[in-house]
């Protein structure tokens, strides 16, 4: 019997789930499962997860039946007390006995230390799966990550939708199991309407061909996300009859409308031509992020007035099916259009005086001050970029316009996009234009960084003016809640410079950004920049410094680094690169471990003679006039290759040094009796630790 197995399915049906989780609701359910099973020992043959619309569900394949036997061992009390004056057996003897269902006789005698004890040895069958699978399913849904919970009914259940069906099936038998206040049994439902009677499911293995012959519900995800890709590709290439049309394809508009639909049909529509003149972003906005459509281009990349929607039936009448995706598709961009010419009317800077009665936040002021504080950061910021300070000041003047402007209050998604047609179209400078774009980028990992430098002057002001003012009102993220895109908008000043190859001293500009806030009182440039730095610590955790191997970085080589004061995060990557090829030599373990020494000795020293000079007359062993002459030697060059930033070249030159840093520690007495000797021989070690600070704190790295 142990080595019997049985696959199992688990289905729970519900309304429709919240589309932009379902993935995540799958994924987390699968993981909760697997992770639920391994707890209690039950091995299996693999398992697969499943969601729609409609229901989550996870399919086991060749589950064990039932628990492996486990070995009991349970220690007693001691020897000595398992038998009273009489030599019969105790109370303490018979009760531990009995707890586990033998008679005293059975219990082991085993030395333990310096006494000897009483043993249960035994063993414990392992459960019916079946028993346990209930318990597992609940505790699996109930760690699922759902923000709000609902109710339903009179009942007291709770889940992300309501329950209307739950299904558990061991091999060929339903277990029974009551979830949710709902009774599970073999009855699934399939789509809603093509096949809307409950299926009774025979067999798990059998679940996702019973659901897509007699159900009309395609329960894998990746399979169904895959069909609407073939199926608006398909479409679009075919329906507007000229070579090269394909669809426009967004990776998150097709996970969501994946998670819409258990039966999907692509259907292919039109809306007026009159409509293409439109910017092309105003349209892909309204088709995608309002109406779920996919956007049809032609071979030169220009939109066609056609679009693709996917359906969740399969209709009789597709014609009328088309022709209401048309009639609702068509007063969105009726009224695009007409906020389009209602913003062309005016100059994009003749909303600048609006702005003042939009607040950005209560004690930081309006939009208007934002905009001039940014202003007077970008002016200054753009010649450390190669920007113009006039087209950066004018850039962040008009940056904020289009958010007062109809079209963004209707598609908040194209601030800036907008503020650059407008722009154009006014005939503001091109660079000021894109800028107005830019400022927003990078918007997500991985987006895109300003191309100009006038956008990445704005970038810079924008994100440095956000994370220096709410700072300053005490309102820093904490591990659950970031309202204002702090996180991101560190990330995004990292990269721009990283990325930008910007060496722009970090500090000075929060220290700029911070003074420039108008709340008064305490100034935390000093919290910013340490926040800030903790992103680019998790960056270069992450990126490393360079391709391969050879860029890793520890959280201690980012210590070392950080404790030399490096001026840029540009800086910092420099001489993580550097220190990274230093501990890849030889000498680097030998010259780590001497720092660590040097540290030391330097931190328990009384005399203060950090700061003093070497005495070349009181050097007497021929170990310590060696280190000195070495150090004189390849001091000037470290500190000219230093003053380069040539850190790797500064490394190398200390690495040289190894043979006389041995030397030294193997034959000179640094805390001597003599505190002439002591002092000199401890600004001899200054002397060396500070060329190899210069670069970074080796004594923080480990070894």
């Given at each position: 019997?142990?080595?019997?197995?049985?696959?199992?399915?688990?289905?729970?049906?519900?309304?429709?789930?919240p589309p932009k989780a379902l993935r995540t609701l799958e994924l987390a359910l699968g993981e909760a499962l697997r992770a639920g099973l391994a707890e209690r020992g039950l091995a299996h043959r693999g398992l697969r997860t499943f969601a729609t619309p409609r229901r989550l569900a996870v399919s086991v394949r060749g589950l064990d039946v039932r628990e492996r036997d486990q070995a009991v061992v349970k220690r007693g009390p001691p020897a000595s007390a398992a038998r009273d004056a009489s030599g019969a057996w105790s109370r303490a003897a018979t009760a531990f006995a009995a707890s586990n269902g033998v008679a005293p006789e059975a219990l082991e005698r085993r030395a333990e230390g310096k006494g000897e004890f009483l043993y249960f040895v035994g063993t414990r069958s392992g459960a019916e799966t079946a028993s346990l699978l209930p318990a597992m399913v609940g505790t699996a849904l109930a760690s699922l990550p759902i923000p709000r919970m609902m109710r339903w009914g009179a009942g007291n259940a709770e889940f992300v939708r309501p329950v209307h069906w739950i299904v558990l099936l061991f091999g060929r038998e339903p277990i029974a199991a009551r979830l949710f206040d709902i009774d599970s049994g073999p009855f699934t439902?399939?789509?809603?309407?093509?096949?809307?009677?409950?299926?009774?499911?025979?067999?798990?293995?059998?679940?996702?061909?019973?659901?897509?012959?007699?159900?009309?519900?395609?329960?894998?995800?990746?399979?169904?996300?895959?069909?609407?890709?073939?199926?608006?590709?398909?479409?679009?290439?075919?329906?507007?009859?000229?070579?090269?049309?394909?669809?426009?394809?967004?990776?998150?508009?097709?996970?969501?409308?994946?998670?819409?639909?258990?039966?999907?049909?692509?259907?292919?529509?039109?809306?007026?031509?009159?409509?293409?003149?439109?910017?092309?972003?105003?349209?892909?906005?309204?088709?995608?992020?309002?109406?779920?459509?996919?956007?049809?281009?032609?071979?030169?990349?220009?939109?066609?007035?056609?679009?693709?929607?996917?359906?969740?039936?399969?209709?009789?009448?597709?014609?009328?099916?088309?022709?209401?995706?048309?009639?609702?598709?068509?007063?969105?961009?009726?009224?695009?259009?007409?906020?389009?010419?209602?913003?062309?009317?005016?100059?994009?800077?003749?909303?600048?005086?609006?702005?003042?009665?939009?607040?950005?936040?209560?004690?930081?002021?309006?939009?208007?001050?934002?905009?001039?504080?940014?202003?007077?950061?970008?002016?200054?910021?753009?010649?450390?970029?190669?920007?113009?300070?006039?087209?950066?000041?004018?850039?962040?003047?008009?940056?904020?316009?289009?958010?007062?402007?109809?079209?963004?209050?209707?598609?908040?998604?194209?601030?800036?996009?907008?503020?650059?047609?407008?722009?154009?179209?006014?005939?503001?400078?091109?660079?000021?234009?894109?800028?107005?774009?830019?400022?927003?980028?990078?918007?997500?990992?991985?987006?895109?960084?300003?191309?100009?430098?006038?956008?990445?002057?704005?970038?810079?002001?924008?994100?440095?003016?956000?994370?220096?003012?709410?700072?300053?009102?005490?309102?820093?993220?904490?591990?659950?809640?970031?309202?204002?895109?702090?996180?991101?908008?560190?990330?995004?000043?990292?990269?721009?410079?990283?990325?930008?190859?910007?060496?722009?001293?970090?500090?000075?500009?929060?220290?700029?950004?911070?003074?420039?806030?108008?709340?008064?009182?305490?100034?935390?440039?000093?919290?910013?920049?340490?926040?800030?730095?903790?992103?680019?610590?998790?960056?270069?955790?992450?990126?490393?410094?360079?391709?391969?191997?050879?860029?890793?970085?520890?959280?201690?080589?980012?210590?070392?680094?950080?404790?030399?004061?490096?001026?840029?995060?540009?800086?910092?990557?420099?001489?993580?690169?550097?220190?990274?090829?230093?501990?890849?030599?030889?000498?680097?373990?030998?010259?780590?471990?001497?720092?660590?020494?040097?540290?030391?000795?330097?931190?328990?020293?009384?005399?203060?003679?950090?700061?003093?000079?070497?005495?070349?007359?009181?050097?007497?062993?021929?170990?310590?006039?060696?280190?000195?002459?070495?150090?004189?030697?390849?001091?000037?060059?470290?500190?000219?290759?230093?003053?380069?930033?040539?850190?790797?070249?500064?490394?190398?030159?200390?690495?040289?040094?190894?043979?006389?840093?041995?030397?030294?520690?193997?034959?000179?007495?640094?805390?001597?009796?003599?505190?002439?000797?002591?002092?000199?021989?401890?600004?001899?070690?200054?002397?060396?630790?500070?060329?190899?600070?210069?670069?970074?704190?080796?004594?923080?790295?480990?070894?």
């Amino acid at each position: 019997m142990s080595g019997e197995r049985q696959d199992f399915l688990v289905e729970i049906g519900t309304e429709e789930l919240p589309p932009k989780a379902l993935r995540t609701l799958e994924l987390a359910l699968g993981e909760a499962l697997r992770a639920g099973l391994a707890e209690r020992g039950l091995a299996h043959r693999g398992l697969r997860t499943f969601a729609t619309p409609r229901r989550l569900a996870v399919s086991v394949r060749g589950l064990d039946v039932r628990e492996r036997d486990q070995a009991v061992v349970k220690r007693g009390p001691p020897a000595s007390a398992a038998r009273d004056a009489s030599g019969a057996w105790s109370r303490a003897a018979t009760a531990f006995a009995a707890s586990n269902g033998v008679a005293p006789e059975a219990l082991e005698r085993r030395a333990e230390g310096k006494g000897e004890f009483l043993y249960f040895v035994g063993t414990r069958s392992g459960a019916e799966t079946a028993s346990l699978l209930p318990a597992m399913v609940g505790t699996a849904l109930a760690s699922l990550p759902i923000p709000r919970m609902m109710r339903w009914g009179a009942g007291n259940a709770e889940f992300v939708r309501p329950v209307h069906w739950i299904v558990l099936l061991f091999g060929r038998e339903p277990i029974a199991a009551r979830l949710f206040d709902i009774d599970s049994g073999p009855f699934t439902r399939g789509h809603r309407f093509l096949a809307p009677r409950p299926l009774r499911l025979t067999s798990p293995a059998g679940y996702e061909r019973a659901l897509a012959t007699r159900g009309r519900v395609i329960a894998d995800f990746s399979a169904r996300r895959e069909r609407v890709r073939e199926q608006v590709l398909a479409l679009a290439a075919s329906v507007t009859g000229a070579p090269g049309a394909r669809a426009v394809f967004d990776e998150a508009l097709l996970e969501e409308v994946t998670a819409l639909v258990e039966w999907p049909v692509a259907l292919a529509g039109r809306f007026e031509e009159r409509f293409l003149s439109l910017p092309r972003e105003v349209l892909v906005s309204t088709l995608q992020e309002h109406q779920r459509y996919f956007p049809v281009e032609d071979a030169s990349g220009a939109l066609t007035p056609w679009f693709i929607t996917v359906c969740n039936i399969e209709s009789r009448e597709p014609d009328r099916v088309r022709a209401g995706n048309e009639r609702v598709v068509r007063p969105r961009l009726a009224d695009a259009a007409f906020f389009y010419e209602q913003d062309r009317r005016s100059p994009l800077a003749a909303l600048t005086p609006a702005l003042a009665n939009v607040t950005f936040q209560a004690r930081l002021g309006s939009l208007a001050d934002k905009s001039q504080r940014v202003a007077i950061l970008a002016a200054e910021i753009a010649p450390g970029l190669g920007a113009d300070p006039a087209l950066a000041t004018r850039a962040a003047e008009l940056s904020k316009c289009d958010l007062v402007s109809s079209m963004v209050g209707e598609f908040p998604d194209l601030q800036g996009i907008m503020g650059r047609y407008y722009a154009l179209a006014d005939g503001e400078p091109a660079e000021v234009a894109e800028a107005l774009r830019e400022q927003y980028l990078p918007r997500t990992a991985g987006d895109a960084l300003p191309a100009t430098a006038t956008g990445a002057a704005l970038a810079l002001a924008d994100k440095l003016d956000t994370l220096a003012g709410i700072f300053a009102i005490g309102q820093k993220p904490t591990g659950a809640k970031d309202p204002f895109g702090l996180r991101r908008a560190a990330i995004g000043v990292l990269r721009i410079l990283l990325e930008g190859g910007f060496d722009l001293d970090l500090r000075a500009l929060l220290v700029r950004a911070v003074a420039l806030q108008p709340v008064a009182g305490e100034r935390p440039a000093g919290e910013v920049y340490e926040y800030v730095l903790e992103r680019l610590r998790g960056w270069f955790l992450e990126h490393g410094t360079e391709a391969g191997a050879e860029g890793a970085v520890t959280t201690e080589m980012f210590d070392a680094v950080l404790a030399a004061d490096p001026g840029s995060p540009l800086d910092v990557r420099a001489r993580l690169q550097a220190l990274g090829k230093f501990l890849a030599l030889p000498q680097s373990a030998s010259l780590t471990a001497a720092n660590k020494r040097i540290a030391n000795l330097l931190r328990k020293s009384a005399e203060g003679i950090a700061l003093g000079a070497v005495n070349p007359s009181v050097l007497r062993e021929p170990a310590e006039i060696a280190l000195h002459a070495a150090l004189q030697g390849r001091g000037s060059v470290v500190r000219t290759a230093l003053a380069a930033r040539d850190y790797a070249q500064a490394l190398g030159e200390l690495a040289a040094l190894r043979p006389e840093v041995d030397g030294f520690f193997d034959a000179v007495m640094v805390v001597d009796p003599d505190p002439e000797l002591r002092a000199n021989r401890l600004a001899l070690l200054a002397q060396l630790r500070s060329l190899f600070t210069g670069v970074a704190d080796l004594s923080r790295l480990p070894g």
